[in-house]
């Protein structure tokens, strides 16, 4: 199975401030067929579901606030909050389903400093 | 906009079969190109995906746990199906259904499920 490896753990961030979160895969999830990553951004807060954030490595669900962001291809990828808020405190996994075993990383806890 | 609900028992025994269902409603379970999936969360860990339905009928299924998992589709309830035999207190999590179509898009709000005597 492909492996999902996130950094940090957790991080807290002062409010207004930029925090960034990596998601690095065993191996590749671009495929160089249609040249996409088959990879998402998840937040979920306690006791909910967890929400799709960004798909395609990079696409912004219809919704969501301009402060997220995604970016990366192949094995590396990044999830940012340019200023955060309060309502951005969760956790947030990447997801990858390039092929049939579709992995998780273990999440990133963010809080506020 | 489409809803998913779980259901089934919230209490296991070990070694015996856990069953949950998903209802899904705002929308037909055979239409358009969706996968539908079974995860789970241990309390206070992290995300884990049990195995899919594709629309086809074709089903994918974690590794570690394909000995144990069926997942199954009756279209004519708008239903799907998770049936994980000899459980263990490591199967006790919080289970989700949800679709997925290039991420997963509409989730249920999960089904805690303790497998204990």
């Known amino acids: 199975d492909i492996v999902m490896t996130q950094s940090p753990d957790s991080l807290a961030v002062s409010l207004g401030e930029r925090a960034t979160i990596n998601c690095k895969s065993s191996?590749?999830?671009?495929?160089?067929?249609?040249?996409?990553?088959?990879l998402v951004w998840y937040q979920q807060k306690p006791g909910q579901p967890p929400k799709l954030l960004i798909s395609w490595a990079s696409t912004r669900e219809s919704g969501v606030p301009d402060r997220f962001s995604g970016s990366g291809s192949g094995t590396d990828f990044t999830l940012t909050i340019s200023s955060l808020q309060a309502e951005d405190v969760a956790t947030y996994y990447c997801?990858?389903?390039?092929?049939?075993?579709?992995?998780f990383g273990q999440g990133t806890k963010v809080e506020i400093k | 906009q489409l809803q998913l609900q779980e259901s089934g028992p919230g209490l296991v025994k070990p070694s015996e079969t856990l069953s949950l269902t998903c209802t899904v409603s705002g929308g037909s379970i055979s239409s358009g190109s969706n996968y539908w999936g079974w995860l789970r969360q241990p309390p206070g860990k992290g995300l884990e995906w049990i195995g899919n339905?594709?629309?086809?009928?074709?089903?994918y299924y974690k590794a570690s746990l394909m000995s144990r998992v069926t997942i199954s589709v009756d279209t004519s309830k708008n239903q799907f199906s998770l049936k994980l035999s000899s459980v263990t207190a490591a199967d006790t999590a919080l289970y989700y259904c949800?679709?997925?179509?290039?991420?997963?898009?509409?989730w249920g709000l999960g089904t805690l499920v303790t497998v204990s005597s």
């Open positions: 949800a679709r997925h179509s290039g991420g997963f898009r509409d």
């Open positions: 339905m594709f629309s086809s009928g074709t089903t």
């Open positions: 997801q990858q389903y390039y092929d049939n075993a579709w992995t």
């Open positions: 191996q590749s999830v671009l495929y160089t067929s249609n040249n996409k990553n088959y």
